[in-house]
Every structure is written in structure tokens, then in C-alpha cells.
């Protein structure tokens, strides 16, 4: 009966391995120019919880197969060193994979979250709202309007809370439910919550980011593909949770101006 | 013989009643447009791309209601409604009712009585939470999935109440609720008519969701006809 556990045991652990190293669950595609570093991490972080997973699952069954059906009576031996050695051993071995880890992966992930955009990366603001994004470009004077909450008016399209009458910057301001952006260029996008707490995320672009209300976040990254990405709120806002998303369109910087110049238009 | 003639003039007298009732009514008229001056706000096209299925049933994007203009300035959408001077009725038994057809609501501004059942209908493929916001009536906030049947409700105090969906930030629409069943809400050309008002002085008050309300006072003597126009004060944002 020990043995059959011990079999059964391999068995387990070789079959939930199998489709980790054959690359059976394959990452979506990457556009972005910092998520290469962030699939390598995941990509470590895998290998090495997945050695350590296997070692163990592969460990008991020798153990339990070595060990099993022992006549009565034999008494039962430690190894040299007895409880503490073993738990030193064990801290040491976990402290240095998780240490491992953290100093390999702070790369990948500061470079992203704890870096300045550049100087000339394009501003886009987002403002995440129970239940939908919405964008806002600057204009010709390159300035975003002070908001104001109260006069936010979602029926007249007023969903930032602009106010026209009075603010000569708030005229030009563009506001779009699409975040459409030039390929190859940074974009810092500056990121204001208008209730709850929203996430913002994009899986092609490696980049998830809680809005806290309160707080002005910002992102930065450069996408290198054209197309429609989905962006979705990954954190629970309440009931239309489910239907917040809007759609990153990534253009080639001619159709992006194009675009910008028709949204203009529109305002 | 006799009885014939007794039986014909009763005939006479209930005809004779029955058009008397059926005429009471047609008393005077009030009828007029609505009209703007100045540069409205212009109407900017709905974004539905978060919602596909509304999306794709509209051929060329939707606009914004709050401010729609028809033919010669004229003004869509405002109710105009005797405010004062006719007594207060009870509702019709028929509902009124209030779609959600494509992301927007239909008609973007129902007027009805107070006590009159309201009938909200989801006709799309996505689910809508309607969500009145009364100051004096009941607020209330309910989901409809779609292929749920249509919701019913009333409101017992006149109000103008308006009307958002939670899921859909761009849908706005407007509840009319009023005392009486002398109101209209004008259409395309700006027009309205509120006739059977029997002969008296009124108070006409017509009610725009961002131009706010303007009212003059009128008086009816007999059957005539009176004029009353309305002209609001457009303003560009």
C-alpha cells in the first residue's frame, strides 16, 4: 500500500509538470518594449518554484517508498543533526529562492514602476469611473483643464468634468472612450480614479496598475505592435464590474494623428 | 302606441346626453412652438465600443441628447405642461412606456401622471441597471438582464427626475411626472398642442433638462385657440 502511494505520488507530480515544460500554456503576445523582462522573471520564478515542487513531491515518494512496510517493533532514526538542522537547512534553502527572486525580479519590475518617462513622452490621462475608461488627450495648447466634480455631466459627455465656459484649457482638451496611441512612442499615462478603486490592464502590454482615489499614479511604457487590445478593470468595482473595458489602439503615427485630428473634431 | 313615442323620446334625451358628455371637453386650445436663440452645445457622438452589441446597431454613431435642435431653431424635448390653474386628475390606467433599445433610452424624455404605471422594457443583449434620481419621490436602483421582463413602477409626487444607467455612464434620459393630463413634449418641429382645457386662467410652463423652465400665464374663454410661444436661451457649453 506505501508503495502504491509513493507511485502514485511521481505520478502526480510528473503529470502536473508535463505542461509547464513543455510550454503547453503559452503567454500572449508581447508589444511592449519592457515585457520581455517581465516573461523571463515569470519564466524563472517558474523554473525554480517548479524544481523545488518536483524535487520535494519526488523526495516523499523515495521516502515513503524506502520506508514503507517496516517490521514491528524497529525503532525509527533521524538524521544527524536531528529537528534544528533540518529546520536551518530548510530556511536557508527557501530564504535564498525567495531572496533569488526578489533581486532578480526588482529589475524587471522597477524598470518599469519605479522609473521616470522620459521628458517627451506623450501625457494621456485616464480616468477610471464605475463602469467604463475614458481618455483624455491635451490639445494644441498641450495642457489638461483643472476638473471639476461637480460639473461632471456623463449624458452631455461630460465625463472628466470639464468646464468650458470658464476654462479657456479645458476647450481644446479631447476626450475619447478609446485610448488610441502612436507605435514606438512613450506614453506616460497619468491615472485618476473618479469614485472606487479601478485597475488598469493591459495583458499585452505586461502592465497592471491599481487607480486609488486620491492618489495621482502613473504609468509609463512604449508600445511596438499596431492593433486592438483589450484594456480590462482587474480590480472589483461594484456591479458592472464585469462590463468595464475599453480598447488600447495601437496606430502608426500618421493614422494616430489622423485620428486624433477626426476626435477634435468631434469635442 | 304611446309606448313607442315614450320609448323613441327617451332614446332623443339619452342621445341628446350622451353628445353632451362627449363634447365637454372640447374646450379651448393651447398650442405653440418652442425655439432657441444663441449657439446650442453641439452634440457629440457616443463612444458604445465597451458595449458591442449596442455598438453594431447603429449605423453611424449616436449623438447626445441633453440639447437636440430640429428645423429652424426649433426645440426638441421640452415638456410644456399647464402648472397651475387645472385641478389635479388621477391617472389613465394604460402604462407608459420606457425603452432601452441600442444603449439609449426611448423616448430620452417621458412624461407621464403621477400614479400612472411606468412599463421599463430591456431590449438589448446586455444587461441595464436603471437608475432614477428623484429628489422628492423614492429613489430606487434596480438591474435588468437582458431577456428579463419589462419592469413596472410609479411615482406619487410630480417631479422631474432623471434617469441614469450605471452600467452605461453616456445613457441619460428624463421622468416627467405630472399632475395632470394637460402636457406635451415637443418633437421634431418644436410644436406642441394641450387642448380640452375648459375656460379659465393658467399657468403654462415649459421645461427644458439644461435650459431650465420659462412660464407665462394664459387665459381661455370658450373653444378659441390660443398661441403661446417659448424661447430659450441657447448657450454653447
Known amino acids: 500500500m506505501g508503495k502504491l502511494f509513493a507511485v502514485v505520488l511521481t505520478i502526480i507530480a510528473l503529470v502536473s509538470a508535463y505542461p509547464i515544460v513543455v510550454h503547453k500554456y503559452v503567454q500572449p503576445v508581447d508589444i511592449s518594449t519592457h515585457g520581455h523582462a517581465i516573461d523571463e522573471q515569470l519564466s524563472d520564478t517558474m523554473a525554480e518554484a517548479g524544481f523545488a515542487f518536483l524535487g520535494a513531491q519526488l523526495l516523499l515518494a523515495f521516502f515513503v517508498w524506502k520506508f514503507s512496510n517496516r517490521k514491528d517493533g524497529s525503532k525509527v532514526t533521524h538524521l544527524p543533526g536531528g529537528a534544528k538542522l533540518m529546520v536551518a537547512t530548510a530556511f536557508i534553502l527557501v530564504g535564498t529562492e525567495v531572496l533569488a527572486l526578489g533581486v532578480l525580479g526588482q529589475k524587471a519590475w522597477a524598470d518599469v514602476y519605479f522609473t521616470a518617462p522620459k521628458p517627451d513622452a506623450m501625457q494621456v490621462q485616464v480616468q477610471a469611473g464605475q463602469f467604463a475608461f475614458y481618455f483624455r488627450y491635451p490639445g494644441a495648447d498641450g495642457k489638461f483643464a483643472p476638473l471639476h466634480p461637480d460639473k461632471i455631466d456623463e449624458g452631455n459627455g461630460n465625463y472628466f468634468g470639464l468646464d468650458p465656459a470658464n476654462d479657456v484649457e479645458a476647450r481644446d482638451d479631447i476626450v475619447t472612450a478609446e485610448l488610441a496611441i502612436p507605435i514606438n512612442r512613450e506614453i506616460h499615462l497619468l491615472m485618476h480614479a473618479k469614485d472606487v478603486g479601478h485597475s488598469f490592464y493591459v495583458r499585452e502590454l505586461r502592465i497592471q496598475q491599481d487607480f486609488v482615489p486620491g492618489l495621482d499614479l502613473s504609468l509609463h511604457f512604449t508600445a511596438t505592435k499596431t492593433g486592438k487590445y483589450e484594456i480590462v478593470c482587474t480590480q472589483l468595482c461594484g456591479l458592472g464590474h464585469y462590463n468595464m473595458k475599453a480598447y488600447l489602439n495601437v496606430l502608426a503615427q500618421e493614422d494616430f494623428d489622423k485620428w486624433l485630428k477626426e476626435k477634435a473634431s468631434e469635442q | ?237
Not at chain 2, 130 to 149: D, V
Not at chain 2, 165 to 181: E, L, Q, R, Y
Not at chain 2, 196 to 212: M, V
Request: charged fraction near 15%.
Open chain 2, 1 to 237: 302606441m304611446r309606448m313607442k313615442q315614450v320609448y323613441i323620446a327617451g332614446l332623443g334625451v339619452l342621445a341628446a346626453s350622451a353628445i353632451a358628455v362627449y363634447a365637454a371637453p372640447s374646450g379651448g386650445t393651447i398650442s405653440g412652438k418652442v425655439t432657441y436663440q444663441g449657439t446650442p452645445a453641439k452634440a457629440k457622438p457616443i463612444d458604445m465600443s465597451k458595449e458591442p452589441s449596442c455598438a453594431k446597431q447603429h449605423a453611424t454613431p449616436v449623438t447626445t441628447e441633453t440639447v437636440v435642435t430640429g428645423p429652424n431653431n426649433s426645440l426638441e424635448n421640452v415638456v410644456v405642461y399647464v402648472s397651475a390653474g387645472a385641478p389635479d386628475e388621477s391617472a389613465p390606467s394604460e402604462a407608459v412606456k420606457f425603452d432601452q433599445k441600442g444603449c439609449q433610452y426611448i423616448p430620452h424624455v417621458l412624461a407621464f401622471q403621477v400614479n400612472q404605471t411606468l412599463e421599463i422594457a430591456n431590449d438589448d443583449q446586455t444587461s441595464h441597471n436603471i437608475h432614477p434620481l428623484p429628489r422628492i419621490n423614492r429613489e430606487w436602483n434596480k438591474s435588468q438582464p437582458p431577456g428579463t421582463p419589462p419592469m413596472t413602477d410609479k411615482y406619487d409626487k410630480p417631479e422631474f427626475i432623471p434617469v441614469k444607467c450605471n452600467i452605461h455612464p453616456w445613457m441619460h434620459g428624463n421622468f416627467a411626472v405630472m399632475k395632470n393630463s394637460h402636457y406635451a413634449v415637443t418633437q421634431g418641429e418644436g410644436s406642441f398642442t394641450l387642448p380640452n382645457l375648459p375656460p379659465g386662467k393658467y399657468t403654462i410652463t415649459a421645461w427644458h433638462e439644461s435650459y431650465g423652465d420659462q412660464t407665462q400665464e394664459v387665459t381661455i374663454s370658450g373653444s378659441e385657440t390660443k398661441s403661446v410661444n417659448f424661447v430659450f436661451k441657447a448657450k454653447p457649453y
